[in-house]
């Protein structure tokens, strides 16, 4: 789903790299926000809401909505539509209740 000859820019080369999707692994190009690269593989829905048991995914692409978090290496409520890819990155829909962050620091 990666456009590869632009009408205007031509031919758009461009580097993958590896990210895993529940632990699927998938190709993203190196640049991409994790929200796009997830489409890009025809990965549509992020995660269950928790209160109303809908999809979430890609809504307003610019990290206002909250529609889109998933969590990474661990972290949750990460925006993937503001987040770039890292090679070997570990992304995984959010479908449970998240691990409150002050479990870990103490706070």
Do not use: W
Not at 53 to 64: D, V
Not at 73 to 97: Q, R
């Amino acid at each position: 789903m990666h456009i590869k000859n632009h009408p205007i820019l031509g031919e758009t080369p461009g580097s993958f790299i590896t990210i895993y999707f529940d632990e699927k692994p998938i190709q993203v190009k190196i640049g991409q926000t994790i929200a796009s690269g997830l489409i890009a593989n025809r990965i549509m829905q992020f995660g269950i809401s928790r209160k109303l048991q809908q999809p979430r995914g890609l809504f307003c692409a610019n990290g206002r909505c909250c529609s889109c978090f998933v969590t990474i290496d661990e972290l949750n409520h990460v925006l993937s539509c503001s987040t770039l890819v890292e090679e070997g990155m570990k992304v995984y829909s959010s479908n449970d209740i998240p691990i409150l962050r002050r479990d870990f620091n103490g706070d």
